[in-house]
T-cell receptor, first 108, second 115 residues
């Protein structure tokens, strides 16, 4: 079942912060975050595992509330390079289901 | 080398044609995936191979036929496709499929147009 992402889109100025949320109605083992720029492949950002372990980029931060089946990705001091569509992927039954995506536009 | 390569980049085929998409990785990954992505939509899982065996088929129509000749290669054979099959086809790989939940590395995709 597809996780629910919000917001659908966000426009930022360089240096501003944003939060992208991802929630699931089912229990999760882990949450993945990917970013896809227009015309390119999705690129791995972070995995948050049940139990609190995280794997990913040092400059990207995220949280995972296992009890609520929710994850949030924090874009801090945004840069132009942060623009793209962010997908969360929830791991259940050994496969990823991606949310609909959040389009982030960072303007100078 | 953290690269997944896919060929061709673009493919236009008629509904009666037979074609194949190819994916290759040399990272020693033992899980490989095919996804289909329509414009402004997330990737949708089609198939998963684990240790060269098909482990997941997400009820994909038989006009799509996957093949994993060895641990580095993944093919998707296409036959008698419909115009609604036009999409970006993404290949991905990961270290494994176990509960360590490994990150997936995606190839650049093949943009398929069915006429």
């Amino acid at each position: 079942q597809q996780p629910v992402q919000s917001p659908q889109a966000v426009i930022l100025r360089e240096g501003e912060d944003a939060v992208i949320n991802c929630s699931s109605s089912k229990a999760l083992y882990s949450v993945h975050w990917y970013r896809q720029k227009h015309g390119e492949a999705p690129v791995f950002l972070m995995i948050l595992l049940k139990g609190g372990e995280q794997k990913g980029h040092e400059k990207i931060s995220a949280s995972f509330n296992e009890k609520k089946q929710q994850s949030s990705l924090y874009l801090t001091a945004s840069q132009l390079s942060y623009s793209g569509t962010y997908f969360c992927g929830t791991d259940r039954d050994y496969k990823l289901s991606f949310g609909a995506g959040t389009t982030v536009t960072v303007r100078a | 080398d953290t690269e997944v390569t896919q060929t061709p980049k673009h493919l236009v085929m008629g509904m009666t044609n037979k074609k194949s998409l190819k994916c290759e990785q040399h990272m020693g990954h033992r899980a490989m995936y095919w996804y289909k992505q329509k414009a402004k939509k997330p990737p949708e899982l089609m198939f998963v191979y684990s240790y060269e065996k098909l482990s997941i088929n997400e009820s994909v129509p038989s006009r799509f036929s996957p093949e994993c000749p060895n641990s580095s290669l993944l093919n998707l054979h296409l036959h008698a496709l419909q115009p609604e099959d036009s999409a970006l086809y993404l290949c991905a790989s990961s270290l494994g499929r176990g509960r360590n939940s490994h990150e997936q590395y995606f190839g650049p995709g093949t943009r398929l147009t069915v006429t």
